[in-house]
């Protein structure tokens, strides 16, 4: 009778162990190795490459060497990349020695300059500046950017930064004019995107990038509607000047706002680098807002060299994939789907509206 029983008791054993231990990897299971795997059986479409041909209007230096550069062109070849935007940060010989690396490419890479803010904090700041940009610009420089400020002020420029500085500080008044003057678009990242400023608590969708990026809430510091309206000042007080706020001007939680800075000041555009995922998550609305601001808005990336991201960038505006993840691109736990985009909106999106802005910087 005990003989017949083991079988019976080491099972119940079994299955309650096996129970406990897989009730217990899953409570203390992270959320930064969450990586979940779509099991729907529905139409998966990578595109090789763009649709259209593309120019890239938001990319950084990133080769660090002459063979990594060439390598980036084959890579832009295969991809359909016809011209990439560099956004050096850079001012002095900085910028001059970027210049130089990417001079064997003068047709595939242009590049932009940052703004020098040496003395910025000393009477008569300003016209030294000015010059340095002018300076800048007969190296090549065509555009300005990216500056950046998250609150305490312009903190990308290099070798200076302009701790302090909003862009519509007075101070950047002659910066502003001067661009205008020279026909220098101006980059710039305002703020970040909501996620970073609400708590990074179980009730924070974008967890996985808001607990990195976090904002902390400081009286000293620009909030992200202070930031906004920061923008706003500088577009409206410098007509001349064209503005491109990158990332969607990190409005992806609010578009509507987007869309009426949009409706009301011509001289800005925004760029889409590094917000696939943040929109990749509402297609309907999403395909909706680029239908209706077609003519305002450029492609970017922000996010390396990598042919499989720039496939996955067509991926979102291209097709109408549903439900499909890219946690090692992006961090984010949740899915995405494609916008459709026609072609008609694919080919400003891509080129025609780049080609709009650096008429702008060819006018004399």
């Known amino acids: 009778m005990f003989k017949k029983s083991v079988p019976i008791i080491l099972f119940i054993v079994f299955s309650v162990s096996l129970k406990a ?17 779509s099991i729907y059986h529905i139409p998966v479409n990578i595109p090789e490459h763009a649709k259209f041909p593309v120019i890239e209007m938001h ?43 990417y001079s064997k490419y003068k047709d595939r890479f242009e590049l932009w300059c940052g703004f020098d803010y040496t003395d910025y904090d000393k009477p008569g700041f300003g016209p030294a500046s000015a010059r340095e940009l002018e300076r800048c610009y007969k190296m090549g420089a065509k555009g300005v950017g990216e500056l950046g400020d998250k609150g305490d002020g312009e903190l990308y420029s290099k070798p200076v930064k ?47 990038n808001a607990g990195e990026w976090h904002v902390k809430p400081d009286s000293n510091k620009l909030n992200h509607k202070q930031l906004l309206q920061s923008l706003e000042n500088a ?18 939680y609010n578009l509507d ?41 450029i492609y970017g990336t922000d996010m390396g ?10 991926r979102i505006l291209e097709t ?24 008609k909106i694919l080919k400003k999106i891509y080129c025609n509206n780049a080609l709009k802005i650096q008429r702008y910087e060819n006018k004399k």
């Open 320 to 343: 109408n994939d549903e439900h499909f993840y890219e946690t090692a691109l992006f961090n984010y736990h949740w899915s995405f789907s494609g916008f459709n985009l026609s072609e």
């Open 59 to 101: 990319s950084h230096p990133y080769a660090s060497n002459a063979q990594e550069i060439d390598n980036w062109v084959k890579t832009m070849d295969a991809v359909g990349i016809t011209k990439t935007i560099i956004l050096t940060y850079a001012t002095g010989t900085q910028f001059d020695s970027i210049i130089n690396a």
């Open 257 to 297: 706002e987007a869309g009426r800075l949009l409706d009301k000041y011509q001289n800005l555009y925004l760029d889409i680098a590094a917000r696939y995922a943040e929109t990749a998550t509402i297609p309907r609305y999403m395909a909706g807002f680029y239908e209706k601001y077609q003519e305002r808005l």
């Open 162 to 208: 302009g701790y302090g500085l909003h862009i519509d500080d007075p101070r950047m008044k002659i910066l502003l004019q001067k661009c205008a003057e020279l026909h220098m678009p101006v980059n710039i990242h305002i703020a970040e995107d909501y996620w970073m400023y609400e708590p990074a608590d179980s009730t924070n969708d974008g967890l996985m």
């Open 235 to 252: 577009v409206r007080d410098n007509p001349e000047t064209v503005f491109i706020a990158c990332h969607f001007a990190n409005l992806c």
């Open 305 to 314: 060299m990598d042919k499989h991201m720039y496939q996955v960038t067509f």
């Open 21 to 37: 231990f897989s009730q217990s990897d899953l409570n203390n299971l992270l959320l930064k190795n969450y990586r979940p795997k």
